[in-house]
C-alpha cells in the first residue's frame, strides 16, 4: 500500500493545504504569538479601547467572557479579569471575530505579560 492510499484510507491527508499536521500547528502557534505581542503592545500604549482594531477588541473580550462548561477556563478568564480590570467592568466587543482556540491563549498567557491593573488605562476616565 502506497502513503497516498494510506493517507486516504486514514483520513490524514493535510485539506488546508499545508505539507503536515505540524506546518498547521507551527502556523497556528506563530498566529497566537503574533496576536499576544500585540496584545501586549496596545496595552503598553494606553490606546483607548474603543481605537483597538475589532480583532483585538473580540480577542480580549472572548479570552474574558468563557461561556464554557470548563471550570479551569472560567477560572483563567476570571483570573485575567480582576488582573486587567480589578474590580471595574471590561469594556464589551463582539466576541466573534476571535477563535476559542485564540481565546484560550490569551487567558492562559495574558496575566503573566501584562503589568497588573493595565486594563483601567484602557477604559479612560470613565471607568478608571
Do not use: C
Not at 499536521?21 to 507551527?26: Q, S
Not at 501586549?40 to 480583532?55: G, K, M, Q, T, V
Not at 476570571?78 to 491563549?105: G, I, K, M, V
Request: charged share 30%.
Amino acid at each position: 500500500m502506497s502513503v497516498n492510499q494510506i493517507r486516504r484510507t486514514t483520513g490524514n491527508e493535510p485539506s488546508d493545504g499545508y505539507a503536515n499536521p505540524r506546518e498547521r500547528l507551527d502556523k497556528l502557534i506563530a498566529a497566537e504569538d503574533r496576536l499576544i505581542g500585540e496584545l501586549i503592545a496596545i496595552f503598553a500604549s494606553r490606546l483607548p479601547f474603543d481605537r483597538w482594531p475589532d480583532e483585538l477588541k473580540s480577542a480580549l473580550v472572548r479570552a474574558l467572557d468563557y461561556e464554557g462548561t470548563n471550570g479551569i477556563e472560567r477560572e483563567k478568564a476570571e483570573h485575567l479579569r480582576r488582573h486587567l480590570f480589578l474590580d471595574a467592568s471590561p469594556p464589551p466587543a463582539d466576541r466573534t471575530l476571535a477563535s476559542e482556540r485564540s481565546a484560550e491563549r490569551v487567558r492562559s498567557d495574558l496575566a503573566s505579560l501584562v503589568p497588573f491593573g493595565v486594563g483601567l488605562s484602557i477604559l479612560g476616565n470613565a471607568e478608571a
